[in-house]
């Protein structure tokens, strides 16, 4: 018996989408940039009948500045925000960090609602955005409510979505005076895979001393991995060298690393101790 074809569907709203979604449910998936679905696709890892093109959907590739954050409508594209100059001029970690995921063929159509539904373990964005205290917008056929980007991520390749329920945008706040955002991260084989380890750090300073750190850790574990209890390390402290390896010696020792193609655990947790240190230093200079 011959499978059924597959249907792409082209809502015109949201609340479309999201019916759509209420409608079919696990028959259904939703598709923005189609980077990461294309391939679950090849691999036969999925076979939904429809497929819900948000392409066509009106209000969602803007980026603009409004109450004293940066909002990213979910179909504005990686490559969209590497080359942002509103992007670059107040949160430039954001333009760094999804100018160096993939390859510009992945940047050109990846997007950034689709990175955060996706909830790989190993991109790149959703660390940073943890950090920076994200809050991320979703849609469903009711309402619309906004998750804190460190409550989204819920397992490997889970969120906080509920059935019905679409990514619309991001909102990150500008940081206060004296802050400070890097991304660095650790890639094993070619500078186009995904890493084997990244880290986000944000360092606000009074004077010589730290005044708030927060610090996220990705690709070692199925979600990123923040930890207020070691960033409390470093507070009220001089972020040299030896308060920067205490708080990367206890995310070490407290994050439940994994092993794939990438790296082992016991790799993964040696080299949180160096890029924790490393990132935190980076964003205190």
């Known amino acids: 018996m011959m499978a059924a074809p597959l249907r792409i569907l082209h809502p015109q709203t949201l609340a479309d989408a999201s019916a759509m979604l209420g409608e079919y449910g696990d028959q259904a998936r939703v598709v923005a940039g189609a980077t990461a679905i294309t391939l679950l696709l090849r691999q036969r890892l999925i076979s939904p009948r429809y497929l819900i093109s948000l392409g066509r959907l009106p209000g969602l590739r803007s980026i603009e500045v409004k109450d004293s954050h940066v909002t990213l409508g979910a179909l504005v594209t990686h490559r969209e925000v590497e080359f942002s100059a509103l992007v670059k001029q107040v949160l430039p970690v954001l ?75 991001v909102r990150v706040p500008i940081q206060k005076p004296g802050t400070n955002a890097v991304y660095d991260k650790y890639v094993t084989r070619s500078s186009e895979d995904r890493p084997c380890l990244g880290v986000a750090a944000v360092v606000r300073l009074e004077g010589q001393v730290c005044a708030d750190l927060h610090v996220v850790v990705g690709a070692a574990a199925d979600k990123p991995q923040r930890l207020p209890e070691a960033e409390a390390l470093a507070h009220g402290q001089q972020l ?34 160096v890029l924790v240190r490393r990132a935190i230093l980076r964003a205190a200079r």
């Not at 660390?127 to 809050?135: E, I, T």
């Not at 980007?149 to 990514?167: K, N």
């Not at 390896?245 to 994050?255: E, G, R, S, T």
């Open 95 to 169: 333009a760094e960090t999804f100018g160096r995921v993939g390859n510009v063929r992945v940047r050109n159509m990846a997007t950034v609602g689709g990175v955060l539904a996706e909830a790989d373990y190993a991109s790149d964005p959703p660390s940073v955005l943890v950090a920076l205290d994200a809050q991320i917008e979703v849609s469903g056929r009711s309402a619309v409510r906004q998750i804190p980007a460190g409550q989204f991520f819920t397992g490997f390749f889970e969120t906080a979505l509920e059935p019905d329920e679409i990514v619309s945008a």
């Open 240 to 273: 040299v060298p030896e308060v920067a390896q205490a708080v990367a010696d206890a995310y070490a020792n407290q994050i439940d690393t994994l092993a794939d193609l990438r790296g082992s655990a016991w790799y993964r947790t040696q080299m949180i101790r």
